[in-house]
T-cell receptor, first 115, second 115 residues
Framework: DQQVKQNSPSLSVQEGRISILNCDYT??????FLWYKKYPAEGPTFLIS?????DKNEDGRFTVFLNKSAKHLSLHIVPSQPGDSAVYFC??????????????FGTGTRLTIIP | NAGVTQTPKFRVLKTGQSMTLLCAQD?????MYWYRQDPGMGLRLIHY???????AKGEVPDGYNVSRLKKQNFLLGLESAAPSQTSVYFC??????????????FGPGTRLTVT
């Protein structure tokens, strides 16, 4: 049962335009959502996060939107740059009990920025 | 400050052989994790640890064992490797006290092939 889903395996965007990556989740107990970026042959690196009590968080060119009623979040990158070409993973934090905080990852979306 | 390091970077095993993957972190983090990444599957949690001397099963623990004898090290063992364990393995760590982002810091990965 995939609790965090990224339904688009790939996305191509022209340089300078907006990139929108989407993520859906099924577990209403998730309390925090994170986006990670991964280049080939490297580990994922943290990009931006949002608490479930907020609906928007912005950091420079990156903005994450959360729609709790739809159980949907999206990452907006504006403007897109060639260095943004990478695989993006959505992750959700679930707390069952203290010491059992875990992240559940989506399957990733490969973003390609076309110069 | 090296962050999270993994040894080795690459390994080829024959079916039935055993090996240990080493993860080390220098950030004094309490929590450590082992994930595997397979095409179309995202990152799946194998085992994790919330402190020295403690381990717990994640999403896909079968065929793996772990140990956390020292706070900075988290070992992943394969006692009898199978082709289904061909994957890229990532180690990660996080602070038990950082509630601002719940970020996990990842190592560069180990690419394991079992023939």
């Amino acid at each position: 049962d995939q609790q965090v889903k990224q339904n688009s395996p790939s996305l191509s965007v022209q340089e300078g335009r907006i990139s929108i990556l989407n993520c859906d989740y099924t577990n209403s107990m998730f309390d925090y959502f994170l986006w990670y970026k991964k280049y080939p042959a490297e580990g994922p690196t943290f990009l931006i996060s949002i608490s479930s009590i907020k609906d928007k968080n912005e950091d420079g060119r990156f903005t994450v939107f959360l729609n709790k009623s739809a159980k949907h979040l999206s990452l907006h990158i504006v403007p897109s740059q060639p260095g943004d070409s990478a695989v993006y993973f959505c992750a959700a934090r679930g707390v069952l009990r203290v010491g059992n905080e875990k992240l559940t990852f989506g399957t990733g979306t490969r973003l390609t920025i076309i110069p | 400050n090296a962050g999270v390091t993994q040894t080795p970077k690459f390994r080829v095993l024959k079916t039935g052989q055993s090996m240990t993957l080493l993860c080390a972190q220098d950030m004094n983090h309490e929590y450590m994790y082992w994930y595997r990444q397979d095409p179309g599957m995202g990152l799946r949690l194998i085992h994790y640890s919330v402190g020295e001397g403690t381990t717990a099963k994640g999403e896909v623990p079968d065929g793996y064992n772990v140990s956390r004898l020292k706070k900075q090290n988290f070992l992943l063992g394969l006692e009898s490797a199978a082709p289904s364990q061909t994957s890229v393995y990532f180690c990660a760590s996080s602070s038990a006290w950082d509630s601002s982002t719940y970020e996990q810091y990842f190592g560069p990965g180990t690419r394991l092939t079992v023939t």
